[in-house]
């Protein structure tokens, strides 16, 4: 299982927004199939009565998805970026970027993680760096710094402008490529590689931290603001002062 988060700076707040999140999930393993604004989720999900739903989804909504993981979306008004967010997930890393593209092109994304491998008798309580979480991730957390490395990183403008398109490119990772306009880092060849191949994954995970700088992740610096983020410029209205 993994979780996947998805930052970006233009708004998800309102019907249109909500309505488009959800025709691009049309089909996908992040398709709803309950929704409600809280737990537990029982109001069935569908297309044909997708009023109902976006009354959810301009309160903030959780969701079911057809994986039988769990999705949701945040809104900040303090901070830049909204948040997509899913929990125990199962979709290959191929279809996380395959969807990532389609909300790229309608909201454009600053920083997406996919991470968190979960199989077994494995439990979150067990990972290293737990406080240093990407689960959830979400402004309040990305403009203090980079929680740690996730197993699948796509990075947007913002990110490509601070550790350099060419930079990511040539990190010590599995596979490193351009997709669109965005840049996509895979740190291992399989997304088990956590659990069963830890000492391996996390050595990786410290080199491509090394390799992009230590000052922009928040594990290198426990306890502190990094010294290195993107200059994030609002582009969804500011809240009224």
Known sequence: MMDLSILTRSSLCGRDAGQAVFESMKGTPFEPVKIEEYEPIRTRFSYEEIDAALDIWVEKPYWKTVTKGLGGVSFSKIYPHDCLFFWDLKATPVEVLSWVRILNQMFPVDFASYSAVVTGDVKRSDYRDTVYSLSMLNSRAIVRGVPTMPWLTICGEPYIDMWGRENLLSAPVA?????????????????????????????????????????????SNPGKVVDKIPEFEWVKPKPEQ
Request: proline share 2%; hydrophobic share 40%; glycine share 2%.
């Open 175 to 219: 596979k490193a490529e351009e997709v669109d306009d965005l840049v996509v880092l895979q740190l291992t060849e399989e997304m088990s590689d956590l659990v069963k191949r830890p000492d391996y994954f996390w050595d990786v995970r410290n080199q491509v931290i090394e390799h992009l700088g230590a000052e922009s992740f928040q594990v």
